[in-house]
């Protein structure tokens, strides 16, 4: 792998203008000066660049959508194959996460309440322990990551990346508080009460999304969110059907063909899928099948009903046939999440938008002081890099409205 990775280095032309960061990158790493430390030895030097930029790189370099990101923004790939950024990246990251010793600034003797240890509440937690406060994470699980753990199967995010993570938060002085949610026995008033002096909730969105068809409650139907946090415990049968067009299907898909299902078929209600080129193409290679323009009917115990959907120049859908039967002996549900409600109904103050995601304005800012918010719970379910980016903000927020209660 290290030869593979130096002469992929070796390839950077050095843009003047990089547009792999520029245009690629949500979180703009700065890649040219990441290859640059790298080829002159300076591989930590390069991963504490990358550390500080994205607390989360180590996992970005693994579940980005790089080929629409950096690498599909690098100009070797105009010509040829671009640069493999995400090789690089990981290989740096990788190493920097054992190396790591993440310095603390002196104690500003202020707590804050990290509810979620998702991508965006170990974004939050990890700067502003940097900065010197006291920080508390409440996980509703039993281990951190959120989404990370509990929706990327082990095949494309290893969980014992997560694990090292963990080790990193405990020795910045991050406390982790498991099995805790926030809405039931506690309450957001509570963590005021004991003297938190702000909170950031990073709670994801776990709640799946229904189709609201006829036959979603039967014994052989699953969503995605829940089959992905345990698979182990479903029994699929060799004939699966998965509904959805998202990496999130495609996860689904390529997890029952490794839990032993013979015959596993993803349906698409458009033209295309939403996954990424290379999640598609690593599910069919997997040997799942992939079918598109059917828009489900009805679920039912041997499988779905779906409309077969034609479609003029433009994309809009013209007509649907009638509902014919896809045989499956269990139909999994990836349409999307949203959020729960626990926070929300037994904390006044904290408003919702349209959507029923957590209203923010400015940068994470609730409608309730001291309460800031990002991630999924805010955005909707988005990708780690858009996450980390989005947190970043919240995380310099905090800091101002902390440091504007200290000093007042």
Known sequence: MAVHVINEARRCLQCKKPLCRLAGCPAQTNIPEM???????????????????????VVCSLVCDHEAQCEGHCI?????????????????????????????????????????SGPAG???????????????IFERKDKIGGMMRYGIPEFRLPKSILERYQTKLQALGIQIRPNTTIGEALHLDDLFAD????????????????????????????????YLQNPEVYELGDRV???????????????????????????????KARASQREIDYTLADGVEIEYGLGVAELTPDGPLFRERTFDEEGHVTSEGEPALYPADTTIIAA???????????????DLNDKGLIAVHGNGETSR???????????????????????????EAMDRYLTAKRQG
Request: aromatic share 8%; net charge positive; hydrophobic share 40%.
């Open 76 to 116: 070797q790939g105009r010509k040829g194959s671009p640069v493999q950024i995400s090789s690089i990246e990981h290989y740096i990251s990788d190493a920097y996460l054992d190396w790591a010793v993440l310095e603390r600034e002196p104690a500003k003797h202020q707590q804050v309440a990290v509810i979620g």
């Open 369 to 395: 002081a001291g309460v800031f918010s990002g991630g999924d719970v805010v955005l909707g379910p988005w990708n780690v890099i858009q996450t980390v980016k989005n947190s970043k903000l919240v995380a």
């Open 336 to 350: 999307s999440q949203t959020t729960k409600s626990k926070i929300v109904n037994t904390t006044t103050g904290l």
């Open 122 to 136: 170990i974004t939050v937690a990890v700067r502003l322990a940097q900065q010197g406060y006291d920080i508390t």
């Open 35 to 57: 290859i640059r430390l790298f080829l002159a030895g300076k591989s930590r030097e390069a991963g504490a660049m990358l550390f500080a930029n994205n607390p989360m790189s």
């Open 241 to 271: 059907a998965v509904i959805g067009a998202g990496n999130s299907a495609m996860d689904v898909a390529r997890t029952a063909v490794r839990m032993g299902s013979q015959h596993v078929t993803i349906y698409c209600r458009g033209q």
């Open 195 to 226: 003297g938190f002096d702000a909170v950031f909730i990073g709670s994801g969105a776990w709640k799946a999304r229904r189709l609201n068809v006829k036959g979603e409650s039967l014994g052989n139907v699953a969503y995605a969110v829940d």
